[in-house]
Structure formats: structure tokens, C-alpha cells
């Protein structure tokens, strides 16, 4: 049930880790959409420190600077902290209490099932993440969505059996403590029109991979990268037609290039094997970078002057901490933890 915000159609939460410079896929599965709902949802846009601390424990000094590289980011790609909350989780000392109770109810087998759980311990075997707190990871989501009461989650795919899971454990809470916290609902991020962004090597776009261009990166580096992407397997010489359906070239373009993509009638060029992928590699590097640009811009402006980052972040902690802490004392209130607290 969305609570009464104004004229706003409700309420957001959503976050990142701070854990390396955010890449093309962020812009595409998440970023942008963000920007876009600023005016229709009050927004909470949050840095998961705590969350990149399961992960990067073993090299704590990266999350200080990953933090600044990912609000630079945000703001580059039109996150405005006139209209939207951006705070970091860990200046909010509410996110660890909430989840603190919230682990009292949720059950060890519920974390156990939740997909990504194996799968990231898999993955990351290397950063020994077989630890307490990282089964309990979607448990802290949850209490970062529901501290604010949000409604709505915007994530990608990726991130659904996070969602159910907070839905549960806000079922959980209602029934056993009064009702409180809303069931939120994820607003999965709709593919693309143009396709689906694969990395440079058709695998999903992932730091883990080294697959990534990321919005950072300097134009050479971008070309350089353009240059090394995989395209349609099946085209082994210019002779071959290709499949502009298929090869990730093509849905680049699609996606940040689309007026270049149909004037340049890449589609028939591709099919019909009207050139080489070099030379079609080359103009929609072109179309990248002119589409890159004023984010670029921006970001250079902004890293420019590193105080407006911790101003940002601060004013963000200040306006977060109110809500969060009115929720969180009637979640105290519920539980029966009902101690007067030194002020
Ligand atoms: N788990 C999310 C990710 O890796 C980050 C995250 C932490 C988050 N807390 C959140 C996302 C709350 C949405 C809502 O992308
Ligand atoms: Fe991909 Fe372009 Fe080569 Fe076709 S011509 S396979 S779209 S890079």
C-alpha cells in the first residue's frame, strides 16, 4: 500500500555497493532508470557500504573511494540530490539495528534458499565470503528497503529473489509484531528495445568478468575496447553475413546509437555483408562516445571538486536518518523494545 507522499506516486529505495566504477550495464539495467523516476516516486538512492564491506573486507580502503566514484557516477548520469535522497548506508547506523531485529525472524533456511547465496559464494570462492553476515546479505536489504517503508525497488533482474525475500520477511514482521511495513514491490527494469547489453565478450557485462566499459573510462581506452568485442562468430570473413540481431555490436548501437544504427543502415550492411565489422566497430565507437560525452563532462566537473560529494552525502545522511529512525522506533515500539534511549 503506497502511503500518502504528496502528489508522488510513492516511495523508492534502491542501492548499490561501492565496489569498483560503475559500467555501461548499470547505466543501461538501472542508472538510467533512476534518473527517469526522480520526478513521479520520492526517491532514496543509497551506497551499500556495509554490503561491499562482506565482500571487500580483506581490502577495506577501496570502499572510501569506490563510494565517491559511484555517487560521481550518479550524478553524472542525472541523479539530482535536489530531488532524490543519496546518502551511504553505513552514516544511517539504523539499517544495522533494523537488521539486527529483523534477523530474530528470519529463518537460516530462507537465506540458504535464496539463489544468488550459492551462486556468489561460487563465484567469488577466491574472496572467502563464507562468512555470518554475507548469508544474512538479503537480510539487510531488507531491512534497507523497509526501514523507509518504500514501496518501490527499482533493480535489475538480477536482484527478484531479494525482493520476494523482503516481501516474506515484511510479512513476517506485520504478523508477528503489528502491522508496519509495507510489502514492496520490484519494478524490474524492462529489457531494452534494442536487445539485450552483453560485455565485451558476450558473457554478462561484470566487473568479475573484465568485461566491462565502464562510464569512466577515457575515450582511447573505450576505442580500444569497442575494437575487442566479440561480434557474430559466424561472420568469418567480410564475405559472411552477419547476424545484427545477434552480435552485442549491433545492440550497442541499438542503444545508444539508434539514429546512427539506421542511417548507416547497419542492419542491411550486416546481413548482406555490405562491410567489415572493423569498420562497423569504428562508427559505433563514434556513436558511444557522442553519447558518453556530457556524462563525461559532467563527471570531470564534479570530481573536480571533491567536497560537494561529502556535502551531498551528508545532507543525504541528515534527511535519511529522520525517516529512518521514526521507522525504526515504532519497529522498537512493536518488538517491545521499549527502553528509554540516552538522546
Ligand atoms: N544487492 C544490491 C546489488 O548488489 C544492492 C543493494 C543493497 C540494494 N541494498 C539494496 C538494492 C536495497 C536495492 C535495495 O545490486
Ligand atoms: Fe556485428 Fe557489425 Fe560485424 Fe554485423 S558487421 S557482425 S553488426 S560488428
Not at 535536489?82 to 528470519?106: G, K, M, N, T
Not at 514482521?173 to 536487445?195: M, R
Not at 539514429?259 to 559505433?284: H, P, Q
Request: proline content about 6%; charged content about 25%; overall charge negative.
Amino acid at each position: 500500500m503506497a502511503e500518502q507522499t504528496g502528489k508522488k506516486k510513492g516511495r523508492i529505495l534502491s542501492g548499490m555497493r561501492p565496489t569498483g566504477p560503475l559500467h555501461l550495464g548499470h547505466l543501461v539495467g538501472a542508472l538510467g532508470n533512476w534518473a527517469d523516476l526522480q520526478d513521479e516516486y520520492e526517491c532514496y538512492y543509497m551506497v551499500a557500504d556495509y554490503h561491499a564491506l562482506m565482500s571487500e573486507y580483506h581490502q577495506p580502503e577501496t570502499i572510501p573511494q569506490a563510494t565517491r566514484d559511484v555517487v560521481l557516477d550518479w550524478l553524472a548520469c542525472g541523479l539530482d540530490p535536489q530531488r532524490s535522497v543519496i546518502f551511504r548506508q553505513s552514516d544511517v547506523p539504523a539499517h544495522a539495528e533494523l537488521h539486527l531485529i529483523l534477523s530474530c525472524i528470519v529463518p537460516i533456511g530462507w537465506l540458504e534458499r535464496v539463489p544468488t547465496y550459492k551462486e556468489q559464494l561460487q563465484q567469488l570462492r577466491h574472496k572467502e565470503i563464507n562468512t555470518y553476515a554475507f548469508l544474512g546479505y538479503p537480510c539487510l536489504q531488507a531491512a534497507d528497503i523497509l526501514l523507509y517503508r518504500a514501496d518501490t525497488v527499482p533493480v535489475g533482474e538480477d536482484q527478484a529473489s531479494h525482493l520476494e525475500l523482503t516481501r516474506e520477511v515484511a510479512r513476517r514482521f506485520n504478523s508477528l509484531f503489528g502491522e508496519l511495513f509495507p510489502e514492496p514491490t520490484a519494478l524490474i527494469l524492462k529489457e531494452q528495445e534494442g536487445g539485450r547489453l552483453l560485455g565485451l565478450d558476450r558473457r554478462k557485462m561484470s566487473k568479475s568478468y573484465n568485461n566491462t566499459i565502464d562510464l569512466k573510462d577515457d575515450p582511447e581506452v573505450i576505442g580500444r575496447k569497442v575494437a575487442s568485442m566479440i561480434t557474430d562468430p559466424q561472420r568469418k570473413t567480410k564475405a559472411d553475413p552477419g547476424r545484427p540481431d545477434y552480435c552485442n555490436v549491433a545492440t550497442f548501437y541499438r542503444i545508444f546509437c539508434l539514429e546512427l544504427y539506421e542511417e548507416l543502415e547497419v542492419a542491411t550492411k550486416c546481413s548482406g555483408a555490405g562491410w567489415g565489422c572493423v569498420e562497423c566497430k569504428k562508427n559505433m565507437y563514434a556513436g558511444l562516445a557522442e553519447y558518453l560525452r556530457p556524462i563525461q563532462e559532467k563527471r570531470r566537473e564534479l570530481a573536480e571538486s571533491p567536497e560537494t560529494i561529502d556535502e551531498i552525502l551528508q545532507a543525504g545522511a541528515a534527511k535519511a536518518s529522520a525517516l529512518a529512525n521514526q521507522n525504526l522506533e515504532e519497529a522498537r515500539r512493536l518488538c517491545k523494545l521499549t527502553g528509554k534511549r540516552v538522546p
